[in-house]
């Protein structure tokens, strides 16, 4: 797994334990940190006072107990010195002649802090100030086991070779307080946080934790690791479930059911986390005095087998379908808000918009059509269709089916004669058909299309979306240019759900119908003549790469601050069986150098509503220079493919 150098393999177990038995305990935890190992576990959290067993009681004031607990973590440490994993484990900690509930670092043999509690709960079942004392932010070192160990709340672990994965800990009730030590962790850099926890299983209490855990993890961007103690522990009074969560910015990454197995790994993506603490300016630093403790670990130990992570080859599109109607629904009212809004402002009477029987000027319709009727009586749609050389039959009749079905009155005027006009005028021959020929059919249409909303008092409405933007797939001041880009937030791979989730909620059945046909139909600009059975002869993905592949580098480039190599390797695994790596790598450089060569066409977008965490708006999320060079990313590029020869 060296080429995922940014993801860090985290591991949450809860092992069976005897209280007060630490020799046997020992065993157990040395057991769990060699199977984390087999795994290439970068860290890996144990339950709160696992050396011990969390029920002890008043046995914690037991010499006997408190020395057999140090001659457990010697064990541990002996036993895995050749494993590089960093491991947290429970115990007791006598220090300056107070007892505390500490979590011990280990990684290579070696004891590199004790972290104590900072929060004792001591209410209902919970009466751990019996026993312990708080733990204090200010880290001094202290004398364990023989040797002095760095001793406090503020103390952040970074292994050497991976500088942006920083380790911090906190225990149970630590995350369960008004402010979690974790806040102040993670502003000082921690980007992993674990707790090693033995919180008792009552009705409602794992859901409770779950969004506990998943809510921490969001709010300070970073990996979030819980290892709940389980089996073996005393039920005298509390049963206790073995629940282990890993969640990361907000969401679950793994977990272990309660009462069921207690061992959940996860590939963690520390990269992501950087990057977006680095673009939000409200996750602020804090200069507080922390200890950072560096380690190494053996040459080669990230080498890992297999990657514990989904690569989703759709990130724009949601998984299941009742998430993804709620999506679509969510979308269409954005986008219809944002247009009623834009249309009141203005007092415009119209939404003017071309229709063409293509995906993008379909969802454009939809949103039109709800914007219209939120407004009630007074403002209309009107749609035109603008036939020329390369229009077919199937999308010209879609285009005026969708508008009758809709209730939509559809105007078709064939510009035609107008670009044969026009192209005579700049002394070109209809029978050559490049670049300006097609673009003259784009920028007739467009300018057909603001004189009629002239006419009427309306607006155009723009239709392109995302992932033409991203490309530069628009004719510059023809398909680029309109008065509001409702699209311009939308991916081109999840327009076709949106479109789907239409067809799934029409009002008749002819209306879904159309919709899926229009679904159905290959995307194309249509500016090329149809072939000789008057099919689409011009098929935009044969030019500019697959749509899935463009949205999935579209989005790991914009989302996470990716270069191509780990874009590469990601849609290798996402696209396993669908694209073989020399097709990812010719449309990825495709999509890089059409992304940096286009960005003057993004550079002055019309107005369109933010869609998701993605845009392009050259006024919101997406600010480039339209002459930067593509240079070090195609670089990158080229050397992936001699890689690959």
Known sequence: MNEFMGYARIAAAAPGVRPGDTPGNAAEIIREIKRAALIGADVLVLPELCVTGYTCGDLFRQETLLAGATDAVRRIAAET?????????????????????CAAALSGGALLGLIPKTHLPNYSEYYEARHFSPGEGAVREIDFAGRAV??????????????????????????????????????????????????DETTGKSAYRRALVDGQSGRLICAYAYAGAGFGESTQDMAFSGHCLISENGAG?????????????????????????????????????????RYAVPEGWDVKEGFLRRADPRPFVPGGARNRAERCEEILNIQASG?????????????????????????????????????????S?????????????????????????????????????TVRAHLADIGLAENDRGVVYENAQARVRTLTLMDRANQVGGIVVGTGDLSELALGWATYNGDHMS???????????????????????AESPELAAVLRDIIDTPISPELLPPDDSGEIAQKTEDLIGPYDLTDFFLYHTLRFGRGPREIFRLAEIAFRG????????????????????????????????????????????????????????????????????
């Open 381 to 417: 749609v009107h749609a035109l269709t603008l036939p020329c050389f390369g229009t077919t039959s199937r999308t010209k009749n879609n285009a005026l089916r969708l508008c009758e079905t809709m209730g939509v009155t559809c105007e078709t005027i064939d510009i035609s004669e």
């Open 150 to 199: 760095p001793f406090g709340t503020r103390l952040l672990f970074a292994r050497e070779d991976k500088p942006d994965m920083v380790i911090a800990t906190e225990i149970c009730e630590d995350l369960w307080a008004p402010e979690p030590p974790s806040g102040g962790h993670a502003r000082a850099g921690a980007t992993v946080v674990v707790n090693l926890s033995a919180g």
């Open 81 to 101: 010195s050749g494993i590089g994993t960093l491991v947290f484990v429970g115990l007791p900690v006598r220090a300056g002649g107070k007892l505390y509930n």
């Open 253 to 293: 990454l793994a977990e272990t059911p309660p009462f069921g197995k207690s061992y959940a790994v996860a590939d963690a993506d520390i990269s992501a986390l950087v990057h977006d603490r680095s673009r939000m300016t409200t996750f602020t630093p804090i200069r507080d005095e922390y200890r950072v403790v």
């Open 578 to 645: 669908e694209f073989g790596a020399e097709t990812i790598l010719k449309w990825l450089e495709t999509f890089m150098r059409r992304f940096f060569a286009q960005q003057f066409k993004r550079s002055c977008l019309p107005d369109g509503p933010k869609i998701g965490s993605v845009s392009l708006s050259p006024r919101g999320d997406w600010r480039m220079p339209s002459d930067a060079s593509a240079r070090l990313w195609l670089d990158e590029i080229e050397e992936l493919k001699k890689s690959k020869r």
């Open 339 to 379: 247009l009623a809004a834009r249309l009141g402002h203005i007092r415009s009477k119209a939404c003017v918009i071309g229709v063409s029987g293509g995906l993008d000027s379909t969802l454009a319709l939809i949103v039109c059509g709800r914007a219209v009727r939120s407004l009630g009586d007074g403002v």
């Open 483 to 505: 008065m509001y880009a409702v699209n311009a937030g939308v991916p081109k791979t999840l327009v076709r759900h949106i479109i789907g989730h239409a067809a799934d909620s």
